[in-house]
């Protein structure tokens, strides 16, 4: 099940946060848990809303005001899409350092351990040794070289 799927209604998602509806729908209207609605309007929490609920009810027991619950889950979004971002980002970046050309060289010690050298830089053979160097080559699809 996907935390953002909407699939609890009120009555479901007031059970399992241990509220009343009502509670719900005072912080629906106020902004502080938006659950997503039906084409009839009816309202749809998700995984990720019941948490908020428990932690707006958290946070309401150790006497913290409905307008600075509402701050604490709007820092809390914020810092969720911002991981979310950063995750997307690193992916990204790590796309483009794995498919850019010439990016990557790697060695092969005596021992058969593959070694990521920097770019430019070759691999100290040691005596008798070989070295085997593999540069990567521009690819029209965005796979990893198959092994043979």
Same mark, same amino acid.
Not at 44 to 65: K, P, T
């Given at each position: 099940?996907? +935390?953002? +799927?909407?699939l ?8 399992l946060a ?8 005072? &912080? *629906?209207? %106020? ?6 609605r ?6 749809? &929490? ?6 908020q609920l428990?932690e707006?009810?958290? #946070?309401? =027991? ?7 619950? /509402? /701050?604490?889950i709007d820092? +809390? =979004?914020?810092?969720h ?7 997307? #980002?690193?992916a990204?970046? *790590?796309d483009?350092l %794995? &498919?850019r050309?010439?990016?990557r060289?790697?060695?092969a ?5 593959i ?5 430019g830089? /070759? ?6 040794? +070989?070295?085997?160097v593999?540069h ?9 070289p198959? @092994? @043979?």
């Amino acid at each position: 099940m996907e +935390e953002m +799927e909407h699939l609890f209604s009120i009555s479901a998602a007031a059970q399992l946060a241990g509220m009343h509806p009502q509670t719900l729908r005072q &912080y *629906d209207r %106020i902004g502080l848990v938006q659950p997503q609605r039906t084409a009839g309007r009816s309202r749809r &929490y998700s995984l990720r809303d019941i948490v908020q609920l428990r932690e707006v009810q958290r #946070l309401s =027991n150790a006497g913290v005001s409905l307008e600075g619950i /509402r /701050r604490v889950i709007d820092l +809390e =979004n914020q810092v969720h899409a911002l991981q979310s971002r950063v995750t997307e #980002l690193e992916a990204a970046l *790590d796309d483009a350092l %794995i &498919y850019r050309p010439g990016a990557r060289t790697f060695a092969a010690g005596t021992a058969g351990e593959i070694i990521t050298l920097d770019q430019g830089r /070759r691999r100290v053979q040691a005596a008798g040794g +070989e070295l085997v160097v593999w540069h990567p080559v521009r690819r029209s699809s965005r796979q990893l070289p198959a @092994d @043979d």
